[in-house]
T-cell receptor, first 116, second 112 residues
Framework: DTGVSQNPRHKITKRGQNVTFRCDPI?????LYWYRQTLGQGPEFLTY????????KSRLLSDRFSAERPKGSFSTLEIQRTEQGDSAMYLC??????????????FGSGTRLTVV | SQQGEEDPQALSIQEGENATMNCSYK?????LQWYRQNSGRGLVHLIL?????REKHSGRLRVTLDTSKKSSSLLITASRAADTASYFC????????????FGAGTRLFVKA
């Protein structure tokens, strides 16, 4: 286990289609975060899990977005009925509850979504 | 909305020079972190400074925190071309959960 893994790296989809991204965190980490980043901007918080519980969701996460983390391991982020405004880099990060206060997050390389 | 705001938005220097980036934030924090992002890649955690610390070093990096001014600075000494990247400050807040809020970043270009 060498880090946070995200799949796919790139996704091109037509407007109106559904897409699903996967994140595999560092196995010892019990916190998992999703962020969205558009060109020239910093990452924007979407949601986070502690183990399997989704503890917070941003208002950016519309009804078309849903995230899950079954069994507190990997996580999926699904976007339904994609819109061109959903085009962005979707970043996943993980941390230990205690270590997040001292060591920050470990990020994956992201999934770049392009909606055409 | 983003909590941290970096200044400058972009910085271009010669290899060997020092690079200083600043970050300001609005509300009380538990800690402040700096991350680096190479083009099209994920973020890499560089350094974390807690709210009760004033200065921290890691290799060529020096971070200061002034909670009275709600500001932080990141100094990269003896810059290298490989330091070319975007640098983000991020603040940690206890809002009933712990989430980290990122600024818009400073784009650093180090010319060889």
């Amino acid at each position: 286990d060498t880090g946070v893994s995200q799949n796919p790296r790139h996704k091109i989809t037509k407007r109106g289609q559904n897409v699903t991204f996967r994140c595999d965190p560092i196995s010892e980490h019990n916190r998992l975060y999703w962020y969205r980043q558009t060109l020239g901007q910093g990452p924007e918080f979407l949601t986070y899990f502690q183990n399997e519980a989704q503890l917070e969701k941003s208002r950016l996460l519309s009804d078309r977005f849903s995230a899950e983390r079954p069994k507190g391991s990997f996580s999926t982020l699904e976007i339904q009925r994609t819109e061109q405004g959903d085009s962005a880099m979707y970043l996943c990060a993980s941390s230990l509850v205690a270590a997040s206060a001292n060591y920050g997050y470990t990020f994956g390389s992201g999934t770049r979504l392009t909606v055409v | 909305s983003q909590q941290g705001e970096e200044d400058p938005q972009a910085l271009s220097i010669q290899e060997g020079e020092n690079a200083t980036m600043n970050c300001s934030y609005k509300t009380s924090i538990n800690n402040l972190q700096w991350y680096r992002q190479n083009s099209g890649r994920g973020l890499v955690h560089l350094i974390l400074i807690r709210s009760n610390e004033r200065e921290k070093h890691s290799g060529r990096l020096r971070v200061t925190l002034d909670t009275s001014k709600k500001s932080s600075s990141l100094l990269i000494t003896a810059s290298r071309a490989a330091d070319t990247a975007s640098y983000f400050c991020a603040t940690d807040h206890n809002t009933g959960g712990f989430k980290t809020i990122f600024g818009a970043g400073t784009r650093l270009f180090v010319k060889a």
